[in-house]
Nanobody, 124 residues
Framework: QVQLVESGGGLVQAGGSLRLSCAVS????????MGWFRQAPGKEREFVAG????????HYGDSVKGRFTISRDNAKNMVYLQMNSLKPEDTAVYYC?????????????????WGQGTQVTVSS
């Protein structure tokens, strides 16, 4: 069983930065593809970023490319999302996700494991 706990959300002005963290419990974390999704009020869930088990491959949603960076530290069981040049449209609940089988695009299906989410609000 894998448990995910996000932190680092908050309120920031447009153009600012935030760093989200995800603490992962579970012995097999280092073999999992990890990522981030987000969901804004009234909108569908959206893929944000994914990272391969060894950090060797990453993938980003078009709306965040060039502004967000995903990383992981397998020794600490942590996943991070560095968010720069934030825009009001980035406002959403951000979820840390993990899956043993999916690739970094998380395209085939929704991942098996989800955190409880952390709110990010970007003011204009």
């Amino acid at each position: 069983q894998v448990q995910l706990v996000e932190s680092g959300g908050g309120l920031v002005q447009a153009g600012g930065s935030l760093r989200l963290s995800c603490a992962v419990s579970g012995r097999t974390f280092s073999s999992y593809t990890m990522g981030w999704f987000r969901q804004a009020p009234g909108k569908e869930r959206e893929f944000v970023a994914g990272i391969r088990w060894n950090g060797g491959s990453t993938h980003y949603g078009d709306s965040v490319k060039g502004r967000f960076t995903i990383s992981r530290d397998n020794a600490k069981n942590m996943v991070y999302l560095q968010m720069n040049s934030l825009k009001p449209e980035d406002t959403a609940v951000y979820y840390c996700v993990g899956d043993r089988l999916l690739g970094v695009t998380f395209y085939a299906r929704l991942p098996d494991y989800w955190g409880q989410g952390t709110q990010v609000t970007v003011s204009s």
